[in-house]
T-cell receptor, first 116, second 109 residues
Framework: DTEVTQTPKHLVMGMTNKKSLKCEQH?????MYWYKQKAKKPPELMFV???????INESVPSRFSPECPNSSLLNLHLHALQPEDSALYLC???????????????FGEGSRLTVL | QQPVQSPQAVILREGEDAVINCSSS?????VHWYRQKHGEAPVFLMI?????EQKGHEKISASFNEKKQQSSLYLTASQLSYSGTYFC??????????FGGGTRVLVKP
């Protein structure tokens, strides 16, 4: 199984809502990532988890809250978002360990978020 | 530091060749290349780990010049399936992969 599965595929939420994005992989990868991608732009790194510990937070606003309950799951909790947060949110995983310059990223198909 | 890619877009006829360049003002520790088709997730093409290393994926190959802090992706005898946006990525310590701005490739019949 070489898949990264993300749910939901589409999400519409109001600025006062609380919602979560979910990501799952069963490849035994120990690094997991959240990226944000706006239309016609590259994916921008938000968070990296390595061995279930947050290793990188790219100064993301606190209205985005990541969680890694176990090595296969990654969540992104959303609260009080702004319309400019509307984007495609991509989850990825890799086998590479922190500090090593290896590691193909396997991306999920993304969750397309619209904030009204 | 985001790598810089050029050109931003290229249109090819099937069978033609193209080169996509990726450069950085800071050291490139390793270079990753991904392709993203419209409405799909980015898909890994190859990693270049050492200076001068060249890799290939079907008729897509790449080189890495560590001294010049540059990498180039070569699309040879392009096929319709090569259409998409190509991203290079600079991988630093801590599993941080930063993507360049992307090069949109359209291969026409």
């Amino acid at each position: 199984d070489t898949e990264v599965t993300q749910t939901p595929k589409h999400l519409v939420m109001g600025m006062t809502n609380k919602k979560s994005l979910k990501c799952e992989q069963h490849m035994g990868h120990r690094a997991m990532y959240w990226y944000k991608q706006k239309a016609k732009k590259p994916p921008e790194l938000m968070f990296v988890y390595s061995y279930e510990k947050l290793s990188i937070n790219e100064s993301v606003p606190s209205r985005f809250s990541p969680e890694c309950p176990n090595s296969s799951l990654l969540n992104l909790h959303l609260h009080a978002l702004q319309p400019e947060d509307s984007a495609l949110y991509l989850c990825a995983s890799s086998q590479g360990l922190a500090g090593m310059n290896t590691g193909e990223l396997f991306f999920g198909e993304g969750s397309r978020l619209t904030v009204l | 530091q985001q790598p810089v890619q050029s050109p931003q877009a290229v249109i090819l006829r099937e069978g033609e060749d193209a080169v996509i360049n990726c450069s950085s003002s800071k050291a490139l520790y390793s270079v990753h290349w991904y392709r993203q088709k419209h409405g799909e997730a980015p898909v890994f093409l190859m990693i270049l780990l050492k200076g001068g290393e060249q890799k290939g994926h079907e008729k897509i190959s790449a080189s890495f010049n560590e001294k010049k802090q540059q990498s180039s992706l070569y699309l040879t005898a392009s096929q319709l399936s090569y259409s998409g946006t190509y991203f290079c990525g600079n991988k630093a310590a801590g599993n941080k992969l930063t993507f360049g701005g992307g090069t949109r490739v359209l291969v026409k019949p």
